[in-house]
């Protein structure tokens, strides 16, 4: 089904007890997302910078999947003397969803939004689960367990579609929903989300 014509149930949190991008932390959360992955179709993203202030690159990773050697290879990054930007997580994998221009059945995304200039630090973390996939009833439960281990004071969801239709495109993407928000102070200021 086409990115916005496909209807998403959406969690969002913040304010981390610790980053979910720390090996420990991220440890807790692997039996809680895996329950809801196709794990041989899932594909991880991420952009770190590695360097001295002025002269800061993107760290490469190579493809990352969902398994023990690629968490191994992106959590963490300060043991290995890089800043944390973003991660995605896509199920079916980014590149399978864009040849096929079809919406992911799960879409697990985190951002540290000051490292991208903006001016909250609150990591944030975005989970949306296809309402038709076939693991959209564990979605909920898993939601909360997320939000349980990661001790968010902040919580919010919505249905709502991937994204916008414009044109021959879309607007409004979940894709970019956590940079485009990074400047609000605090998620409950979004308008017709709730809180869970």
Known sequence: ??????????WVMSTFETPPWERRCWAKLVPIVEPLLDVPKT???????????????????GKLGWNAAS????????????SFLSMELWCPGWSTCAR???APDLCLSMLLPSAAGAPTSEARLLLAVAVDSPNAPSAKQAAQALAIA???DQRI?????????????????LQE?????????????????KAF
Request: proline residues 2%.
């Open 177 to 193: 929903f956590l940079m485009t928000t990074a400047e609000c102070r605090g998620l409950g200021s979004l308008r017709a989300w």
């Open 100 to 102: 096929r221009d079809l």
């Open 71 to 82: 968490h191994a290879r992106w959590t963490s990054p300060a043991a290995r003397g890089a």
């Open 150 to 152: 990661l001790q968010a």
């Open 1 to 10: 089904m086409k990115f916005h014509r496909r209807s998403y149930d959406v």
């Open 43 to 61: 594909s991880v993203r991420t952009s770190q910078y590695v360097g001295a202030a002025g002269k800061k690159r993107l760290a490469r990773f």
């Open 157 to 173: 969801t919505k249905r709502r579609p991937w994204g916008t239709s414009s044109g021959a495109g879309f607007v409004d993407s």
